[in-house]
């Protein structure tokens, strides 16, 4: 509201969930290398457990209005994956470049999830939660 219909509310809204999962990514990003994984193991299973658990947090509160439920929920979680494999693959490949260049962990995870963020929110508010 402070942008005065520049930025939408539920862009907002999902911006603030998406913050959530990227603390729900590194910290499983970084369990992963700790436990052994390879970078890119560790990349790709952070990635897919950020976008369930954004998905489910978007449906709760960014689209409570349009929440889905049961066999809809299903169906949603798996559009909404595969809405994001798409910004995923940018995501892995921009992150594993960047490690493999810089060896820092935390700066290649978060440029991976930039990648996709805005094509994540467009795609996702048209065709899972439509208004």
């Given amino acids: ?16 969930v ?17 436990a052994g994984a390879g970078f890119m193991t560790a990349q790709t299973l952070a990635t897919f457990i950020a976008m ?5 947090l978007n449906n709760m509160t960014t689209y409570s209005n349009a929440r ?25 490949g921009v992150a594993s470049w960047l490690f493999d260049h810089q060896q820092t962990w935390a700066v290649a995870g978060l440029a991976g999830i930039l990648m996709g963020a805005a094509w994540n929110y467009a795609l996702s508010a048209r065709l899972i939660w439509r208004r």
């Fill in 1 to 16: 509201k402070l942008t005065r219909g520049a930025v939408p509310v539920s862009f907002t809204g999902f911006m603030l």
């Fill in 18 to 34: 998406g913050c959530v999962g990227v603390v729900v990514h590194l910290a499983v990003l970084r369990l992963g290398l700790a």
């Fill in 52 to 56: 369930g658990v954004n998905f489910a």
């Fill in 68 to 92: 889905l439920r049961g066999w809809a929920w299903l169906r949603g979680l798996a559009l909404f994956c595969a809405i994001c494999s798409l910004s995923a693959v940018a995501n892995i």
